[in-house]
């Protein structure tokens, strides 16, 4: 069974450091693209980042590039969201989640992923 479970939220001041871990379990990163979302309040799930594996490419959305970085351990089964200089913008509800397949790109698509976990709140305050 595909698990995933996002840890690692809470509550930062504007300028501040997080991050976000996600530990899987049932399955191997060779065959599955992981990615991160959010969700903000009153709005839809957005696609933050995510790591192809088919490729050994990361991707992330526009406003997040040069401040979060995604990783994974393999040994571990760990996929992180390490969060700099954090934005009150970038309040939401955070998911980790996984795409068999291995693919994702530069649109971060929630089609390519139908494994989730819950999420995690990160709330940044001004």
């Known amino acids: 069974e595909v698990q995933l479970q996002a840890s690692g939220g809470g509550l930062v001041q504007a300028g501040g450091s997080l991050r976000l871990s996600c530990a899987t379990s049932g399955f191997t990163f060779d065959y599955y693209a992981v990615g991160w979302f959010r969700q903000a309040p009153g709005k839809e799930r957005d696609g933050v980042s995510c790591?192809?594996?088919?490729?050994?490419?990361?991707y992330y959305k526009d406003s997040v590039k040069g401040r979060f970085t995604i990783s994974r351990d393999n040994a571990k089964n760990m996929v992180y969201l390490q969060m700099n200089s954090l934005k009150p913008e970038d309040t939401a509800v955070y998911y980790c989640?996984?795409?068999?397949?291995?693919?994702?790109?530069?649109?971060?698509?929630?089609?390519?992923?139908?494994?989730w976990g819950q999420g995690t709140q990160v709330t940044v305050s001004s």
């Open positions: 790591f192809s594996s088919s490729d050994e490419s990361t």
């Open positions: 989640a996984g795409g068999l397949g291995g693919s994702c790109n530069a649109q971060i698509l929630e089609d390519y992923f139908g494994s």
